[in-house]
């Protein structure tokens, strides 16, 4: 069994930043690659950005790609969301994941192997 913890959401204005992290824990975290998808009220769980295990590749969501930015550190078993540019509609519970079969990482929730909490990410206008 893997956890993951995310941290580092919180209140930001638009046009503002935030960082969150992932740390993993119970795995050979360099064994998978990592996906951040995020939820917003009344909607579905959707993918935002993933990196492959030795952090060479990412893959992104349209509507974050220039803003957000994935990055790893497997000696410190964390992954990084740098969100950047923020808007309003980045609202949502914000969920680090774990794919032990995909190189970059899935596009889709389900074939994700292990989940963090979440953490709330709220943008105001």
């Known amino acids: 069994q893997m956890q993951l913890v995310e941290s580092g959401g919180g209140l930001v204005q638009a046009g503002g930043s935030l960082s969150l992290s992932c740390a993993a824990s119970g795995r050979t975290f360099s064994d998978y690659a990592m996906g951040w998808f995020r939820q917003a009220p009344g909607k579905e769980r959707e993918f935002v950005g993933s990196i492959s295990w030795s952090g060479g590749s990412t893959a992104y969501a349209d509507s974050v790609k220039g803003r957000f930015t994935i990055s790893r550190d497997n000696a410190k078993n964390t992954v990084y969301l740098q969100m950047s540019s923020l808007k309003p509609e980045d609202t949502a519970v914000y969920y680090c994941?774990?794919?032990?079969?995909?190189?970059?990482?899935?596009?889709?929730?389900?074939?994700?192997?292990?989940w963090g909490q979440g953490t709330q990410v709220t943008v105001s206008s």
């Open positions: 994941a774990a794919d032990d079969l995909d190189t970059i990482g899935s596009y889709y929730p389900y074939d994700y192997k292990y």
